[in-house]
């Protein structure tokens, strides 16, 4: 079973879509954070150990997971999606985008 989390900032339109859409597809586990501290979901260690896969919106989250969780992240891959903060929760243009985005991820 392969373990993905999903980050944005705030974790409560992209990173919590991207959960929604492919929570339950077979063969994967999904998660969701924020790496923000007002996040719904704040990023934890946990989280960041219990995943295989680390995929995050945009280049500054991938800057700040490093920063905030660089002692963890010897063995996961981390993976941009280049997903900007410009659609609201369920958004079929993110839904599009997220599945067009992961699909290389999620083999």
Not at 64 to 92: C, Q, S
């Amino acid at each position: 079973m392969k373990r993905i989390l999903f980050l944005c900032s705030r974790n409560k339109l992209r990173s919590p879509t991207a959960e929604e859409i492919f929570a339950g597809r077979p063969g994967i586990e999904v998660d969701s954070a924020g790496l923000s501290a007002d996040a719904e979901v704040v990023l934890s260690e946990e989280q960041v150990e219990w995943a295989d896969l680390i995929l995050v919106m945009e280049r500054i989250h991938r800057a700040r997971l490093n920063k905030r969780f660089g002692h963890l992240l010897a063995d996961k891959r981390v993976a941009v999606l280049g997903i900007p903060d410009r659609y609201e929760f369920m958004e079929e243009a993110l839904i599009e985008k997220l599945k067009v985005s992961c699909k290389n991820y999620l083999n």
